[in-house]
């Protein structure tokens, strides 16, 4: 499940998901039922050194998640769901919803 900060100024909300090692065209994002949902897969970072045919390759220490994830964010009662909007940097998936006029 990937980290979220969650950030609300006078007019929006904005939600940062620190997705670092996936592309952003493997992201799917979509809302139901005032739910905003996050999926997508992040593969096992390995050195392509380490991954070449037979060679021995052992893994002392592995902290870095890797896999299907997906979180599910409850929206609050005046986000405007049809306004959503998503951009990806830096390893950063950022979802800006408006608030409801």
Not at 8 to 18: G, L, M, Q, R
Not at 36 to 48: D, F, V
Not at 63 to 87: Q, T, V, W
Request: hydrophobic share 35%; aromatic share 6%; glycine share 8%.
């Amino acid at each position: 499940m990937p980290a979220i900060n969650v950030y609300e100024d006078p007019s929006e909300y904005a939600i940062v998901v620190d997705l670092g090692g996936v592309r952003g065209e493997e992201i799917q994002l979509h809302t139901e039922s005032g739910m905003l949902q996050l999926s997508g897969q992040r593969p096992a970072p390995a050195p392509r050194e380490l991954g070449e045919p037979g060679r021995d390759v052992r893994v002392h220490l592995m902290e870095i998640d890797h896999g299907p994830f997906c979180r599910s964010i409850e929206l609050p009662p005046d986000a405007d769901e049809n306004k959503i909007a998503a951009s990806y940097r830096c390893g950063f998936l950022w979802v800006v919803i408006p608030k409801k006029q």
